[in-house]
């Protein structure tokens, strides 16, 4: 796997998992957690927790199926990045019309609320 397409699965494991962490096992959690958000190696976290590299790898293999399972039936981050998509849609089309949002409270209000 290239460097750019483990990047991006990172990037979409740790965005799913910002959504469906509390979906989780802990310790399923705990091994994303360490794998993804801190770059542990396999070998790093099997020491931890005196289990071999191929339970490591299993656990966060099956971890990473569950959070793709709870994207196909949910999805909230499809959504997510879609709601960001027109968003942005928006804030682009209001500029092109002239319409600055910082001079117009209800339109600067509602983005702010439709970022949040």
């Known amino acids: 796997m290239s460097q750019e ?22 310790k399923q959690q705990t091994f994303l957690k360490y794998y993804f958000h801190d770059d542990f190696s396999l070998g ?3 020491a931890e927790f005196e289990i071999s590299r191929q339970a490591v ?13 709870y994207e196909s039936k949910l999805s909230l981050l499809e959504k997510y990045e879609r709601r960001s998509r027109c968003l942005e849609d928006l804030q682009q089309a209001l500029e092109r019309t002239g319409v600055t949002v910082d001079n117009n409270k209800p339109i600067h209000d509602l983005i702010s609320q439709l970022a949040e």
Do not use: C, G, P, W
């Open 5 to 26: 397409n483990r990047l991006e699965k990172t990037n979409r494991i740790n965005l799913l998992f910002a959504f469906y962490e509390s979906l989780l096992t802990e």
């Open 44 to 46: 790093e976290i099997a």
């Open 57 to 69: 790898y299993e656990h966060i293999k099956r971890a990473e199926q569950v959070l793709e399972n």
